[in-house]
């Protein structure tokens, strides 16, 4: 089945570094990715839709100029979460859909950010 | 065995019945649980989290069953706008966090 992966799987940073997540689908092409966000015991919040070759579109209340996404390919998209806090230490999850694939959408394994 | 199993569906249900579908889940240190809705090629939206006692949220009844291992949603007295898939979310919160998806079951309602 489609498989959708994440790197890191988990990350340790200090406040005021940037961290870069990466998303890849790993055996189909995803036009559409989306990032999500989830603190513990919370539901998934959706941040941004990721779409390849052009600016992501971001959920309301969401700092476009903090959480930077970068669709660069049909299989990469990427959130630098830049000048990481404490408070956005979370759980960062990826979702695609294969393209002229169906309505099926493939979650990544999630990154676990820490910001001390 | 998955950690997490639906049923993929889809059920086709008459307006106005009710249908029930379960998940399961593999591990039995899973601490939270939700079900998620999600409509054709948009993101899931939280429909209901799952609590031991169970929860009712209108026509919709969330159970779990800890010793069985699975989380169960009912929805009574269905309507046409019902019809989406649902992901049934298992969260592990603590050393080893982890999150995992269900890969929903498709639910059509039909007038």
């Known amino acids: 089945g489609a498989v959708v992966s994440q790197h890191p799987s988990w990350v340790i940073c200090k406040s005021g570094t940037s961290v870069k997540i990466e998303c890849r689908s790993l055996?189909?092409?995803?036009?559409?990715m989306f990032w999500y966000r989830q603190f513990p015991k919370q539901s998934l919040m959706l941040m941004a839709t990721?779409?390849?070759?052009?600016?992501?579109?971001?959920e309301q209340g969401v700092e476009k100029d903090k959480f930077l996404i970068n669709h660069a390919s049909l299989t990469l998209s990427t959130l630098t979460v830049t000048s990481a806090h404490p408070e956005d230490s979370s759980f960062y999850i990826c979702?695609?859909?294969?393209?002229?694939?169906?309505?099926?959408?493939?979650f990544g394994p999630g990154t676990r950010l820490t910001v001390l | 065995r998955k950690e997490v199993e639906q049923d993929p569906g889809p059920f086709n249900v008459p307006e106005g019945a009710t249908v029930a579908f379960n998940c399961t889940y593999s591990?039995?240190?899973?601490?939270?649980f939700f079900w998620y809705r999600q409509d054709c090629r948009k993101e899931p939206k939280l429909l209901m989290s799952?609590?031991?006692s169970g929860n009712e949220d209108g026509r919709f009844t969330a159970q779990l069953n800890r010793a069985s291992q699975y989380i169960s949603l009912l929805i009574r007295d269905s309507k046409l706008s019902d019809s989406a898939t649902y992901l049934c979310?298992?969260?592990?919160?603590?050393?080893?966090?982890?999150?995992?998806f269900g890969k929903g079951t498709r639910l059509h309602i039909l007038p």
């Open positions: 979702s695609a859909y294969r393209d002229r694939g169906g309505d099926t959408q493939y």
């Open positions: 055996d189909f092409q995803a036009t559409t």
């Open positions: 990721s779409n390849e070759g052009s600016k992501a579109t971001y």
């Open positions: 591990n039995s240190a899973s601490q939270s």
């Open positions: 799952v609590y031991s």
């Open positions: 979310v298992v969260n592990m919160w603590g050393r080893d966090d982890k999150i995992i």
